[in-house]
Nanobody
Framework: QVQLVESGGGLVQAGGSLRLSCAAS????????MRWYRQAPGKERELVAT???????NYADSMKGRFTISRDNAKSTVYLQMNSLNAEDTAVYYC????????WGQGTQVTVSS
């Protein structure tokens, strides 16, 4: 079964850190570009970070220097390390890739208290 399962969300104080994980299954993970998106209440889903199969990364401007995307192909897992969190980072975070069609996980809630 082709699926993505996120974990690692939770409640954190402003200035704190969290590491999200996304475990993939059912496809050749190492061959695919992986992305993290987020959706805050009342807002559109936005792209947070991208990592290609070769390991090249890209970030939304507001996340540069605070967030780090990485992958472990042996574990078929992509990570998002988030540091210096603030209230504006509160959102549901989703893992994404394209396997013949868009593939999304169920999301993991991140809440940053100020």
């Amino acid at each position: 079964q082709v699926q993505l399962v996120e974990s690692g969300g939770g409640l954190v104080q402003a200035g704190g850190s969290l590491r999200l994980s996304c475990a993939a299954s059912g496809f050749t993970f190492s061959s695919y570009t992986m992305r993290w998106y987020r959706q805050a209440p009342g807002k559109e889903r936005e792209l947070v970070a991208t990592i290609t199969s070769a390991g090249s990364t890209n970030y939304a401007d507001s996340m540069k220097g605070r967030f780090t995307i990485s992958r472990d192909n042996a574990k078929s897992t992509v990570y998002l390390q988030m540091n210096s969190l603030n209230a504006e980072d509160t959102a549901v975070y989703y893992c994404n890739t394209w396997v013949k069609a868009p593939l999304w996980g169920q999301g993991t809630q991140v809440t940053v208290s100020s």
